[in-house]
């Protein structure tokens, strides 16, 4: 059975890993916010968002967001 982009994400989650909006792209996924709002919202999860940053590939200061679930491992 293929996993499906919710799933990928929904594992992560709850294997207590962080999944970052900037490695979502190499998992197939491009648009991660709103598979969070889907977890949050009909799978109940109570998912932290992180804002973060980093110096993207020209040295410019770029914001992206990495999200957890509350009380996990990570």
Not at 8 to 25: C, N, Q, T, W, Y
Not at 48 to 58: K, V
Request: aromatic share 6%; hydrophobic share 40%; proline share 1%.
């Amino acid at each position: 059975m293929d996993a499906t982009q919710l799933s990928i994400v929904k594992e992560k989650l709850e294997a207590g890993e962080r999944v970052p909006s900037m490695d979502a792209f190499d998992l197939g996924i491009t648009r991660l916010a709103a598979i969070i709002f889907v977890l949050r919202h009909d799978h109940g999860m109570d998912i932290i968002t992180n804002r973060c940053m980093t110096l993207n590939r020209y040295g410019h200061l770029t914001k992206y967001a990495e999200y957890v679930l509350k009380g996990g491992k990570a």
